[in-house]
């Protein structure tokens, strides 16, 4: 199909250690956001890319998260030294420019140890 | 603080019945409301959606309702069908933003046949 994709669906790793998060959004989407659903809450904004722009980070909850857009495409999610109150649902999601309607991935599980 | 609220975590209702969601909203920079399904292990899937120039919009089975003077919007789904058993979660976005999304924390929909 021809929609959002992650990686990898599932992570569990061990508090200290570092993970990266994958997303591959639908051609052509120039926009690309990442949430993180936690339990029991609604999806939280973390970051925001738009074309060549410089993203929006503001919704990044501590400097031990960051986020790279490659080619203006596929975009990696990195988590330095996890905690585990960063266990959650990541998710991306993708738009086209000028679009209000993102169109979401299946997420990523990650639950830190 | 909430920006956007859903109050009842969960419904349960007949199948064949009108299933009735409801999203309250405190920022009046909103202007573009939008309703997203959830199933287990997937992730948001786009629902309807309605801009603030309208009180209505209406797609199938599916009518959103949008009362600005009370910040209050609802999806109405009917008839309800027991695929529609999911969490249903209601987002808006403000004006002038960068169309990050701001979502409720969900209403788990149960319809039982």
Known sequence: GAGVSQSPSNKVTEKGKDVELRCDPISGHTALYWYRQSLGQGLEFLIYFQGNSAPDKSGLPSDRFSAERTGGSVSTLTIQRTQQEDSAVYLCASSQRGQVTQYFGPGTRLTVL | ?113
């Open chain 2, 1 to 113: 603080d909430q920006q956007v609220k859903q109050n009842s975590p969960s419904l349960s209702v007949q199948e064949g019945r009108i299933s009735i969601l409801n999203c309250d909203y405190t920022n009046s920079m909103f202007d573009y409301f939008l309703w997203y399904k959830k199933y287990p292990a997937e992730g948001p899937t786009f629902l309807i959606s309605i801009s603030s120039i309208k009180d209505k919009n209406e797609d199938g089975r599916f009518t959103v309702f949008l009362n600005k003077s009370a910040k209050h919007l609802s999806l109405h789904i009917v008839p309800s069908q027991p695929g529609d058993s999911a969490v249903y979660f209601c987002a808006a976005s403000a004006r002038g933003s960068q169309g990050n999304l701001i979502f409720g924390k969900g209403t788990k929909l149960s319809v039982k046949p």
